[in-house]
């Protein structure tokens, strides 16, 4: 019998992701709308400042759990004591059970991402990669198309207000098993990697859904998390795709609709619902897709 995790003690500190605000449209009339809540979000580690966040505030927790994997600060979450959300001073406060030995090293090693606004990852952004191992999963085209369909239902606050990318935690077998909108795409991942932690879930059986493009930052979470197939509605990047062939990331771009584009992993894909031919009077752009 598998014995019990001790798991960190968790404020429920989530805000609403949205605000009430009146616009002029062009005929010069007052529209009642709704606007995306950006809020800061000073990180203390062990009393340490760290780093700010830019966040809607909807998942502070899974966020910072996310965060601390992602970031590779800690390896175990029972390494964890505490994530108290305090929006008061605008601020969390982690604390752990032994400290981090190598807490100094790891934040001298800092690269700016091109995630949305300005991404930080601590540490080397590669060193991680030669130890990945993910499996090569099938794909079946039908259940891309399925999958794309279902997240239609969901970008609630992007529906509603614009301004936030949306990220899903999908299966095959079960669909969408989690969705998180942030400002920011790295927001968003983080906050997946933290609910997949604090549930103890396993990558290998699932596929992972982003609205940004796809970047190194994003193949290597992504893969970090163990998930060998990334999906997005935008486009990719060529580092991106060069580190999504060296370990193994299924990359598909530019899905939207019943159209997609496989960038790696082709071989993988069970194309089984072929739309109709192409009408022979013009030529898809695939650049009409957003980023």
Not at 191 to 210: H, P, Q
Request: overall charge negative; glycine content about 8%.
């Amino acid at each position: 019998m598998r014995a019990r995790r001790r798991l960190p003690e968790l404020t429920d500190a989530g805000l609403k992701a949205t605000a009430s605000v009146i616009a002029s449209n062009e005929f010069n009339e007052p529209v009642e709308g709704a606007i995306a809540v950006e809020r800061a979000l000073t990180i203390y580690l062990d009393k340490r400042e760290i780093v700010t966040l830019m966040t809607l505030g909807n998942h502070p927790e899974l966020l910072i759990l996310g965060w601390l994997r992602n970031q590779r600060m800690v390896d175990d979450i029972e390494a964890i004591k505490a994530i108290q959300v305090d929006w008061e001073i605008d601020a969390v406060a982690i604390t752990t059970r032994d400290g981090i030995d190598d807490l100094d090293a790891k934040l001298d090693r800092k690269t700016v991402t091109t995630g949305c606004g300005q991404g930080t990852v601590f540490g080397d952004l590669m060193e991680d990669i030669d130890k990945i191992s993910l499996p090569r999963p099938a794909l079946r085209q039908s259940s891309i198309y399925t999958l794309l369909q279902a997240l239609n239902e969901h970008n609630e606050i992007y529906k509603n207000a614009g301004a936030v990318h949306g990220c899903a935690l999908c299966s095959e077998a079960a669909g969408i098993e989690q969705f998180i909108e942030d400002v920011g795409r790295h927001n968003a991942v983080d906050a997946i990697a933290g609910y997949m932690w604090l549930n103890d879930l396993g990558g290998a059986d699932k596929l992972f859904y982003t609205t940004g493009r796809l970047t190194s930052e994003m193949v290597i979470k992504v893969a970090l998390m163990g998930i060998p197939i990334l999906l997005s509605r935008s486009g990719i990047t060529a580092m991106g795709l060069e580190i999504a062939q060296k370990v193994g990331v299924t990359l598909i771009a530019r899905a939207k609709g019943r159209h997609f584009l496989v960038y790696h992993g082709g071989e993988l894909i069970e194309f089984d619902d072929i739309p109709p031919a192409k009408p022979t009077g013009g030529r898809r752009d695939s650049r009409q897709s957003p980023d």
